[in-house]
């Protein structure tokens, strides 16, 4: 597919224009952050665009190497893309915000049972990888003298078949290296899904994108925060109540039985099971964690 085809397919200068993966490990995290932010797309038939039921985005169906590249020349407005090929692409897009899926990183893997041991160990080996722009740059920066080899697939098998002596890939559970005998000398880069937007978008475009990224971040945060809900003794308010700043502060309600509270709040999912401990050696009782599903602060 080319630029042109895109270009013609669209008739509505009103819409957002958003490139999505169309099949991969990026497509149902992207799909699932649309829906959840309200935004009915249908790809049924497997088409390349689709127009959103309800909100004016027009969904772009792409293999996510050409999204930075057509989010750059403006053929797609913005774009949800890893930070791995944003890095390696290296195109004039703006990054706009993490979105909390397609987690993973770029690592240098060696052969388990060989001779290398540490980074220095490269100096005068071949490396192979998908990843040659972020890897050359990386090895500069380490002074090491490695020649890259640059394959597209099936990296992991490189060093078994002799075609190098280790390998620059992503990685996410380690399962990959692991069945191939590899194992993680260095990351190169830590990346995850973000939303990436063209540099000179119309006011128009700017206060849709605005309004997106609203939901997006009304989502994220709600994924991020539990809504938790306790009892406790009243002599234990204050010590409970410094555990949970909630958004402006707790909400406290006289229980049936005199001298309790109940007490309601948000806790970060990033420091829960402390919080929960500490509420507890402080007297909580009855804990109740509930999901959120918008949070809009
Ligand atoms: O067709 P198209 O070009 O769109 O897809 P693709 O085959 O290039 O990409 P795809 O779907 O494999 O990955 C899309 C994006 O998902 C990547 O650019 C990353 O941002 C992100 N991502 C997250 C990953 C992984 N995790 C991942 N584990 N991309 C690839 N992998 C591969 C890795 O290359 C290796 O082969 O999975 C294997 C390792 O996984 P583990 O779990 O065994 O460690
Ligand atoms: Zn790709």
């Not at 009915?40 to 050409?66: H, I, K, W």
Request: hydrophobic share 40%; net charge neutral; glycine share 6%.
């Amino acid at each position: 597919m080319n630029t042109e085809m895109i270009n013609n397919s669209s008739g509505n200068g009103g819409n957002l224009k958003i490139a999505v993966q169309k099949k991969g490990r990026l497509y149902d995290g992207s799909m699932s952050l649309l829906k959840e932010c309200g935004i009915d797309v249908s790809n049924g038939n497997n088409q390349l665009r689709v127009q959103a039921a309800n909100f004016p985005l027009e969904v772009f169906f792409l293999r996510d190497d050409d999204i930075p590249e057509y989010v750059q020349d403006a053929v797609v407005d913005i774009g949800f893309v890893g930070e791995n090929v944003i890095a390696e692409k290296n195109k004039e897009i703006s990054s706009i915000e993490k979105l909390g899926f397609g987690k993973c990183r770029l690592s240098i893997a060696i052969p388990k049972n060989g001779s290398l041991r540490s980074i220095d160990d490269l100096n005068s080996k071949k490396i192979a990888t998908s990843y040659p722009l972020i890897l050359s740059k990386f090895l500069n920066e380490k002074k090491i003298a490695a020649t890259i080899q640059e394959i597209s697939g099936s990296v992991e098998i490189a060093p078994r078949i002799g075609l190098a002596d280790a390998i620059c890939d992503l990685v996410s559970s380690g399962s990959t290296l692991f069945s191939n005998e590899l194992t993680e000398l260095e990351t190169v880069l830590r990346s995850e899904a973000v939303l990436i937007s063209n540099k000179n978008l119309s006011v128009e475009k700017q206060n849709l994108l605005n309004k997106l990224l609203f939901r997006i971040r009304a989502v994220k945060k709600a994924k991020n925060n539990k809504y938790v809900l306790l009892n406790a003794p009243n002599d234990k308010l204050e010590a409970i109540c410094k555990l949970l700043p909630g958004m402006k502060s707790p909400t406290i309600l006289p229980l049936a039985e005199k001298g309790w509270s109940s007490v309601h709040s948000v806790i970060s999912e990033n420091d829960f099971w402390n919080v929960i401990e500490n509420l507890k050696t402080n007297g909580a009782q009855g804990i109740l964690i509930i999901p959120i599903e918008k949070m809009i602060v």
